[in-house]
């Protein structure tokens, strides 16, 4: 055998083994069994939960307004002269009582016009007793001349019978009827002058009057001379030093007073609506509303001062509302008031409620009993995460009633003691597995919130 064919037959006897091992490697495939598979379970997703509380609710709406005092007093000058004292603390935001003398205006010119009024007076009275005099004195010579009137028609009567006998005279018939006339004469006269004598005592009588009122007006002009303070009150602004001339209306002084300051809060009207009790504020008429607004309204106000960290309070009562709606913003004044302002606590560290404080006043209604409340924040998009049986997430439509801060009063679509998710759940899916922790504490402030214990 050559050398060639050897070397054909020696690469040929490498094809056998080779095919040996494929035979073997597909035999292994085939028989083989497969890698060993564990089955994973479903993992619950951690969330925080609450159960749905059915508590009482105190309905609350937040405005802000301005304090103002409860009355502002401006001491005008209602007659003129010369200012010829000044009470020494008459300086703006000093703190006077009740009955304070501030002003004097000289009161020399209306005392000589309240004299002279008064020496008037003297002078018609005078008048009126002469009048008197006068008509009893008439009276009397009336009577003695109708008396005189008598006799001489008597006497005329018989000489008028002597004359036929030729006794008297015709002349002497005549004399006696002109002495009667006489009489006559004197009696009418008197009569007249006692028909006038009432007129007389009328004018006499509507000068006196007249003479009164001018003595009347002299008293309450000198009485204004001085001028006082009307009630307890901060003095606001001077306008006026000693010795200036005042005129009449021109403002001396303004004061406040310190028993009752105001504040106007507008409120939207919507959440005004929210505190209002239908029930009691059915049929109530305008005379009613205005003399027991507070007890109809069935509000109560809290005022809040904040100073940086500084937190004041006061409370307050509702003492009216305001006649017209801000067409702006749409909301309602009402005019809150807030007793003793200046009024200093040993226990309370606050400042005194003054003019101009920019506030903040919380209305609260009437607390409302067996209401469903979660937070606000416990709400996507009108719905609830709700864990339901086994732990299993449902996703539900909620109708919210009203919100209030921080919490939601809802309508439907929750009971209570029905478990709701209170923080984020990313991604949720309705029917996963929650692994609920339960938050007492979100729980707590939940109920407190809703019956306004947070705050005040």
Do not use: C
């Amino acid at each position: 055998m050559s050398s060639d064919a050897k070397s054909i037959w020696k690469r040929l006897l490498i094809i056998p083994p080779i095919l040996i091992g494929i035979a073997l490697v597909a035999y292994n495939l085939q028989t083989r069994e497969g890698p060993s598979q564990t089955e994973v379970g479903e993992t619950a997703r951690k969330a925080r939960v609450i159960t749905v509380p059915e508590t009482t609710v105190v309905p609350r709406a937040l405005g802000f307004g301005t304090v103002k005092p409860g009355t502002v007093w401006e001491a005008v000058a209602e007659i003129q002269g010369k200012i010829i004292e000044i009470h020494p603390q008459l300086k703006a935001g000093a703190m006077l009582p009740k009955g304070t003398t501030l002003l004097r205006i000289d009161p020399a010119d209306y005392r000589l016009a309240l004299r002279s009024a008064e020496a008037d007076i003297r002078a018609i009275e005078a008048q009126l007793v002469e009048i008197a005099a006068r008509d009893a004195n008439t009276r009397a010579s009336l009577a003695i001349e109708i008396r005189s009137w008598e006799i001489a028609k008597r006497e005329l009567r018989r000489k008028r019978q002597l004359v036929k006998s030729k006794v008297v005279s015709a002349a002497a018939v005549d004399q006696e009827e002109r002495n009667l006339l006489a009489r006559e004469q004197i009696a009418q006269t008197l009569r007249n002058t006692l028909n006038l004598l009432p007129a007389e005592k009328l004018r006499l009588e509507a000068q006196l009057s007249a003479a009164r009122i001018r003595g009347q007006n002299a008293q309450r002009d000198l009485d204004r001379t001085i001028i006082t303070l009307p009630f307890d009150a901060r003095i606001a602004e001077v306008n006026v030093e000693k010795a200036q001339f005042a005129k009449a209306g021109q403002t001396l002084a303004a004061a406040d007073s310190i028993d009752v300051s105001e504040v106007s809060a507008q409120l939207p009207i919507d959440k005004m609506f929210q505190l209002l009790d239908p029930v009691r504020i059915a049929g109530v008429t305008p005379e009613r509303a205005m003399s027991e607004i507070e007890n109809i309204l069935g509000l109560t106000p809290i005022i809040r001062l904040k100073l940086g960290n500084l937190v004041s309070k006061w409370k307050g009562r509702v003492a009216r509302v305001s006649d017209r709606i801000d067409p702006r913003t749409r909301t309602i004044g009402v005019i809150v008031a807030v007793d003793r302002p200046y009024h200093f606590a040993p226990d309370v560290l606050r400042p005194p409620l003054a003019k101009n404080m920019y506030v903040e006043v919380e209305l609260r209604g009437r607390p409302r009993m067996r209401q469903i409340v979660v937070p606000r924040s416990a709400l996507r998009g009108g719905k609830a995460f709700v864990v339901g049986g086994e732990n299993r997430l449902e996703i539900r439509a909620v109708e919210v009633r009203y919100r209030l801060g921080d919490i939601a009063v809802i309508e439907s679509g929750l009971k209570a003691g029905e478990r709701i998710v209170v923080s984020d759940l990313i991604p949720a899916i309705d029917g996963m597995l929650i692994d609920p922790a339960p938050d007492k504490d979100a729980e707590t402030r939940l109920i407190k919130e809703a019956a306004g214990e947070a705050g005040f």
